[in-house]
């Protein structure tokens, strides 16, 4: 079993569409949370990051972590074609060794007109 | 800050040929990191450096792989030799103080092995 569990997709919504994408983890020593996002052949972006459990609304995006239940969500409200790309969630253990990431595989999302 | 900068951005090799994969970080970062992602298994870290030291070089898949950095500008990743299955997008990215805020991506090798 992966540490990171992601639904691969595709996800296909209409434009202004709520979107929902989630991901599941098994190691509880993970406290920082990233969503990144990651358009076709380039490399990914950091669009929003959490530490440990609640909730971050950076414009139409909002972060979502529940530690309890090993599970985070990233919301995107009223979405756009523009929002067509890959989104991975990434996860990292409080370490003086460096911040280690463990991604995600990546649910690729395409918002139609 | 022109961001972190890999080059070549395509490479194609045959079989058995040497390959070598270049990056330039994030000036002031501390951290550079090499990853490879395919299809099948996503985003792997191979290795990691800290102030251009190698710190976790348990992703790397093979003694054909190795991995440099002589001074806090430049890291090169190298396959010798190289392999089909070697075949996949390699990114290095940088972060600094070894927060989790997460890293700046290169936008990526896309390597061809025939």
């Known amino acids: 079993q992966k540490e990171v569990e992601q639904d691969p997709g595709p996800l296909s919504v209409p434009e202004g569409a709520i979107v929902s994408l989630n991901c599941t983890y098994s190691n509880s020593a993970f406290q920082y949370f990233m969503w990144y996002r990651q358009y076709s052949r380039k490399g990914p972006e950091l669009l929003m990051y959490?530490?440990?459990?609640g909730n971050k609304e950076d414009g139409r995006f909002t972060a979502q972590v529940d530690k309890s239940s090993k599970y985070i969500s990233l919301f995107i409200r009223d979405s756009q074609p523009s929002d067509s790309a890959t989104y991975l969630c990434?996860?990292?253990?409080?370490?003086?060794?460096?911040?280690?990431?463990?991604f995600g595989t990546g649910t690729q999302l395409k918002v139609e007109l | 800050d022109a961001g972190v900068i890999q080059s070549p951005r395509h490479e194609v090799t045959e079989m058995g040929q040497e390959v070598t994969l270049r990056c330039k970080p994030i000036s002031g970062h501390d951290y550079l990191f090499w990853y490879r992602q395919t299809m099948m298994r996503g985003l792997e870290l191979l290795i990691y450096?800290?102030?251009?030291?190698?710190?976790?070089d348990s992703g790397m898949p093979e003694d054909r792989f190795s991995a440099k950095m002589p001074n806090a500008s430049f890291s090169t990743l190298k396959i010798q030799p190289s392999e089909p299955r070697d075949s996949a997008v390699y990114f290095c990215?940088?972060?600094?103080?070894?927060?989790?805020?997460?890293?700046?991506f290169g936008s990526g090798t896309r390597l061809t092995v025939v």
């Open positions: 450096f800290n102030n251009n030291v190698p710190i976790d």
């Open positions: 959490t530490y440990s459990s």
């Open positions: 990215a940088s972060s600094l103080r070894g927060h989790g805020y997460g890293y700046t």
């Open positions: 990434a996860m990292s253990t409080v370490t003086g060794g460096g911040n280690k990431l463990t």
